[in-house]
Nanobody, 121 residues
Framework: QVQLVESGGGLLQPGGSLRLSCAGS????????MGWYRQAPGKQRDLVAT???????NDADSVKGRFTISRDNAKNTVYLQMNSLKPEDTAVYYC???????????????WGQGTQVTVSS
């Protein structure tokens, strides 16, 4: 069993900052890519940012220069530092990890339960 547990969501005003964390636990053999997606009400789930095991990152255009993704491989944890938050950043944020649970087999995606981020004045 593998679990991804997110934390750090909340309610804050425009211009504020927030840091999300997502820790993986359970039968994890190796984690490849990790990342964050978000889903606003009535919209599809969109990519926010990803990070490889080597630290290479990819950010959505809408968050470039404001959000920073990072990871701690020793802790199986991915972070999302969000600065200069805007009302349009309001969404449920989901972390994911592409990982293997054993030496054999192929990697698959696992998802967290989601954490709400609300930006409102």
């Amino acid at each position: 069993q593998v679990q991804l547990v997110e934390s750090g969501g909340g309610l804050l005003q425009p211009g504020g900052s927030l840091r999300l964390s997502c820790a993986g636990s359970g039968s994890i053999f190796r984690i490849y890519n990790m990342g964050w997606y978000r889903q606003a009400p009535g919209k599809q789930r969109d990519l926010v940012a990803t990070v490889t095991s080597g630290g290479s990152t990819n950010d959505a255009d809408s968050v470039k220069g404001r959000f920073t993704i990072s990871r701690d491989n020793a802790k199986n944890t991915v972070y999302l530092q969000m600065n200069s938050l805007k009302p349009e950043d309001t969404a449920v944020y989901y972390c994911y990890a592409n990982l293997k649970t054993g030496v054999i087999g192929v990697p698959r995606d696992y998802w967290g339960q989601g954490t709400q981020v609300t930006v409102s004045s």
